[in-house]
């Protein structure tokens, strides 16, 4: 079984896109090849000697990489907590070690909840190997003028089409200097696989260098959407206002 390069496993709420206020462990993998503007996870962006799993009776450290044995009984422990709604995997970028994610799962899934896939979803092989073992993906369109990468687009187009039988929704997130051009070609690409999928448009957090966009321009692009797509939401981080993790 291959190990996996872990941050941190912990039980919260998820404060972010539709499934916004329901309990969650979040399993956190390290590593990550974006330079997003607005990244609210910097510390998980290396990969780290440690993983971090905050249990009820106190913190327990996991030397990386973390076996998908040790992960999976961490994260079960955790998630047979009552009203627990589901498992999720974010990072960091998930994707970027499918290996680990493939054994992980297999144990994971056996505590009967969900899995939920936070991702960039622009390593298609990576998400095509292990989606049969995930429920429910959100999967965040980066934008290149805050995220960078310029030939984003055609990747996002068969991601759309390989994602598009799970409980998708898609996620972009905003801050100042957004390309409205690229929000409008992403929004289009949803629309053409699929109007029903959900957009959650997602404020950036001020944080460092990051600077919001004015709230106007959220309610533009959400009349910008909301012709071709039928479920168009503005949700900023909920889960940061209360203090959470
Ligand atoms: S993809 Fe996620 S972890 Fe990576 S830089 Fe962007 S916001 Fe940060």
Redo the contacts with the bound molecule.
Sequence with gaps: MTGGWLYEIFRSVQGEGIYTGVMQVFVRLSG?G???S?????A??KRVESCICRMPGGAVELENPVSPEAAATLTLSLAAMPGTHSISIT???PLEQPEFLADFLELARRGGLPIYLET?GLDTAGLESILPLVDIVSL?I?LPSL?GGDSVFPAYRETLNIAVDKALFCKIVIAAGADLKEFKEAVKLIAAVDAGIPLVIQPATPAGACIPPDPQVLLDLAALAAPLLEDVRIIPQCHLMLGLP
């Design positions: 990550c974006f330079s997003c607005y990244c609210d996870t910097e998980a962006k990072g960091g970028e960039s965040d980066k995220c």
